[in-house]
């Protein structure tokens, strides 16, 4: 072309056009670059064929693959609950003994117990289950109603002086307020209290002695150690659970104050009760 001008300064041909003497260089777009740009736009046309890309008022266009987002999280799902199932059968039918023996069915009773735990049981005996004053630490070695697998999914189960349940634990402790004057009832307290610590009075707590044989060794046992079959506490580990010191177990023995915890089979499910005791059992305590 005969019209082509030359910029002087940086050597490159200019496009003709002009504003006031200033020219454009004509510096046009490296061949690589465009032809990227070209194959950006047809990738995005075929995206847009083979997916759902396009909004529509309600939905999306369907795309020709026939890909959905939802239908593969469903299909997932499905997946999950049919290997659950699996499981919760296998739980269903096997007892907590030979659930805690199955190392894989272990695992998932206990994955399952802990979410159920984290909803009924937490708001009483805590999220990690260490109780509190009333409510009895679940992962300690020290228990009401027994520490084995059977134990504890009976109390689970029918729950502990529970009204709704005929076969809930009904064994209470007796009020002793007409049976022991204020003086023997101090001198048991200093005896009981001397189990494991050393009382105020020494002389109080071995005339307390013969009192608590008399009157609480049927339950608590001689040495104290207490009783499941009773929901006799140990008084000779220092764990207390209704109050600590002599006064307070003073005052358990007078007007004594009576744990109760709620029955769960009619309202979880054996299942989900199951699940519940390997992992209560698992929790360090089990026995
Ligand atoms: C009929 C059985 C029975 C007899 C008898 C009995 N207890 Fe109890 N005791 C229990 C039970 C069950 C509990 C748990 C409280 C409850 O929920 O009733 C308990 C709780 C206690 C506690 C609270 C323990 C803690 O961890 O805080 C003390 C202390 C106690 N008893 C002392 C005595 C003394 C002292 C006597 C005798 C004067 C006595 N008990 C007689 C059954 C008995
Ligand atoms: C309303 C409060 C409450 C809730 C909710 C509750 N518990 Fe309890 N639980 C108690 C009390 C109180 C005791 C102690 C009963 C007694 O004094 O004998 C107890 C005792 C127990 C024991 C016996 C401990 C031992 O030392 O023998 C186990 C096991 C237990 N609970 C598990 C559970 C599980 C699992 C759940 C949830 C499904 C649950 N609890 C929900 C209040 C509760």
Same mark, same amino acid.
């Given at each position: 072309?005969?019209?082509?001008?030359? &910029?002087?300064?940086?050597?490159?041909?200019?496009?003709?056009?002009?504003?006031?003497?200033?020219?454009?260089?004509?510096?046009?777009?490296?061949?690589? *670059?465009?032809?990227?740009?070209?194959?950006?736009?047809?990738?995005? /046309?075929?995206?847009?064929?083979?997916?759902?890309?396009?909004? +529509?008022?309600?939905?999306?266009?369907?795309?020709?693959?026939?890909?959905?987002?939802?239908? &593969?999280?469903?299909?997932?799902?499905?997946?999950?609950? =049919?290997?659950?199932?699996?499981? $919760? &059968?296998?739980?269903?039918?096997? %007892?907590?003994?030979?659930? &805690?023996?199955?190392?894989?069915?272990?695992?998932?009773?206990?994955?399952?117990?802990?979410?159920?735990?984290?909803?009924? @049981?937490?708001? @009483?005996?805590?999220?990690?289950?260490?109780?509190?004053?009333?409510?009895?630490?679940?992962?300690?070695?020290? *228990? +009401?109603?027994?520490?084995?697998?059977?134990?504890?999914?009976?109390?689970?189960?029918? #729950?502990?002086?529970?009204?709704?349940?005929?076969? %809930?634990?009904?064994?209470?402790?007796?009020?002793?307020?007409?049976?022991?004057?204020?003086?023997?009832?101090?001198?048991?307290?200093?005896?009981? *209290?001397?189990?494991?610590?050393?009382? =105020?009075?020494?002389?109080?707590?071995?005339? #307390?002695?013969?009192?608590?044989?008399?009157? @609480?060794?049927?339950?608590?046992?001689?040495?104290?150690? #207490?009783?499941?079959?009773?929901?006799?506490?140990?008084?000779?580990?220092?764990? *207390? +659970?209704?109050?600590?010191?002599?006064?307070?177990?003073?005052?358990?023995?007078?007007?004594?104050?009576?744990?109760?915890?709620?029955?769960?089979?009619?309202? $979880?499910?054996?299942?989900? /009760?199951?699940?519940?005791?390997?992992?209560?059992?698992?929790?360090?305590?089990?026995?």
């Amino acid at each position: 072309m005969s019209d082509k001008h030359v &910029d002087e300064v940086s050597g490159v041909e200019t496009t003709g056009h002009e504003w006031d003497g200033i020219r454009e260089l004509n510096n046009p777009m490296p061949r690589w *670059w465009v032809w990227t740009f070209y194959a950006t736009i047809l990738w995005a /046309v075929g995206y847009a064929i083979a997916y759902p890309s396009i909004p +529509l008022l309600t939905n999306a266009t369907n795309g020709l693959l026939g890909f959905s987002s939802r239908a &593969d999280l469903t299909q997932e799902v499905e997946t999950a609950r =049919s290997t659950q199932t699996v499981y $919760l &059968d296998q739980i269903a039918a096997k %007892t907590v003994g030979e659930i &805690d023996a199955d190392a894989n069915l272990r695992q998932f009773a206990i994955s399952g117990g802990a979410s159920a735990f984290k909803v009924n @049981c937490a708001p @009483c005996h805590g999220s990690g289950a260490a109780g509190g004053p009333g409510f009895p630490n679940l992962n300690d070695d020290d *228990w +009401l109603w027994g520490g084995d697998l059977e134990s504890i999914q009976k109390t689970i189960a029918h #729950g502990v002086r529970f009204d709704g349940d005929g076969d %809930t634990h009904v064994s209470e402790m007796p009020a002793f307020a007409d049976v022991l004057d204020a003086a023997q009832t101090r001198n048991v307290a200093a005896y009981v *209290w001397s189990l494991t610590k050393t009382p =105020s009075d020494t002389e109080m707590a071995s005339a #307390g002695k013969q009192a608590f044989l008399d009157n @609480c060794a049927a339950c608590h046992g001689e040495d104290g150690k #207490g009783n499941v079959d009773m929901g006799a506490p140990n008084l000779a580990d220092a764990i *207390w +659970l209704k109050g600590e010191g002599e006064e307070a177990i003073g005052r358990q023995i007078s007007a004594p104050k009576h744990g109760m915890m709620p029955a769960w089979s009619a309202r $979880l499910g054996e299942t989900t /009760v199951k699940e519940l005791t390997v992992f209560v059992h698992s929790l360090g305590g089990g026995k």
